[in-house]
T-cell receptor, first 115, second 109 residues
Framework: EPEVTQTPSHQVTQMGQEVILRCVPI?????FYWYRQILGQKVEFLVS????????KSEIFDDQFSVERPDGSNFTLKIRSTKLEDSAMYFC?????????????FGPGTRLTVL | AQRVTQPEKLLSVFKGAPVELKCNYS??????LFWYVQYSRQRLQLLLR??SRESIKGFTADLNKGETSFHLKKPFAQEEDSAMYYC???????????FGAGTRLAVHP
C-alpha cells in the first residue's frame, strides 16, 4: 500500500539556520499539507497546497515558512531562519483531491530540534 | 472558532474491558469527523471516518449531532489497541483538519 514518506526523520539545527523538510506524497494525490505538533500540544495545520499554489495557510505559517513542489514527486517545507519555538514534529499529508474533503494520509513525521 | 475537544488525556483499562474515547466538536454546519490512531513511534493512521460508517479493528463511532459528539467505542479492548487516539474535524469548507489534544489509551493485561 503506498505511503507518504518524509526525510529526514530527525533534523537538528542551530537557531537562525535554514532548514528544508522533504516529503514524497502518495503518487496520484493532488492535495498536499503540512502540520506540526509541538511536544505535548495538539497537531496544528500549517498549510495546504494544490495545483502548485497555496490553497490555505494558518496564522503560524508566516513569512519564515514556504512550501514548494520542486519536481513531480517532492513537496518541501522551508523554514528560513529557525527559532527555538519551531522545534516540533512536522507531518506531511496528502489526499487524492478529486473531491473536497478527501481523507488525508500522513507521513511518519520529521522531528525538528532547534538549538 | 471551530474546536475539537478530547477531555481525557489518558484512559487506562484492562484487556477485555469496554472502551469509550470521548470527542466533542463545535461546528454549526455539517461536520465531517475522523479518528486517527498513532501507535508508538509510527505515523498518524486513519482509523474511522464518520461518513463511511465502517468498523475498523472492532472500533465504531457514531455522530451524535444533538450532543455534538463522536465518541470512539470498542466492546473488548486488546493490548495492541494501546496508542494515542486523535479526533479530528474538517474546518468549515476547507480541507484543513482541526485536531483534538489526543487521548492515550493504555490497555493492561
Amino acid at each position: 500500500e503506498p505511503e507518504v514518506t518524509q526525510t529526514p526523520s530527525h533534523q537538528v539545527t542551530q537557531m537562525g539556520q535554514e532548514v528544508i523538510l522533504r516529503c514524497v506524497p502518495i503518487s496520484n494525490h493532488l492535495y498536499f499539507y503540512w502540520y506540526r505538533q509541538i511536544l505535548g500540544q495538539k497537531v496544528e495545520f500549517l498549510v495546504s497546497f494544490y495545483n502548485n499554489e497555496i490553497s490555505e495557510k494558518s496564522e503560524i505559517f508566516d513569512d519564515q515558512f514556504s512550501v514548494e513542489r520542486p519536481d513531480g514527486s517532492n513537496f518541501t517545507l522551508k523554514i528560513r531562519s529557525t527559532k527555538l519555538e519551531d522545534s516540533a514534529m512536522y507531518f506531511c499529508a496528502s489526499s487524492v483531491g478529486l473531491a473536497n474533503r478527501d481523507t488525508q494520509y500522513f507521513g511518519p513525521g520529521t522531528r525538528l530540534t532547534v538549538l | 472558532a471551530q474546536r475539537v475537544t478530547q477531555p481525557e488525556k489518558l484512559l487506562s483499562v484492562f484487556k477485555g474491558a469496554p472502551v469509550e474515547l470521548k470527542c466533542n466538536y463545535s461546528y454549526s454546519g455539517s461536520p465531517e469527523l475522523f479518528w486517527y490512531v498513532q501507535y508508538s513511534r509510527q505515523r498518524l493512521q486513519l482509523l474511522l471516518r464518520h461518513i463511511s460508517r465502517e468498523s475498523i479493528k472492532g472500533f465504531t463511532a457514531d455522530l451524535n449531532k444533538g450532543e455534538t459528539s463522536f465518541h470512539l467505542k470498542k466492546p473488548f479492548a486488546q493490548e495492541e489497541d494501546s496508542a494515542m487516539y486523535y479526533c479530528a474535524s474538517f474546518s468549515g469548507g476547507y480541507n484543513k483538519l482541526i485536531f483534538g489534544a489526543g487521548t492515550r489509551l493504555a490497555v493492561h493485561p
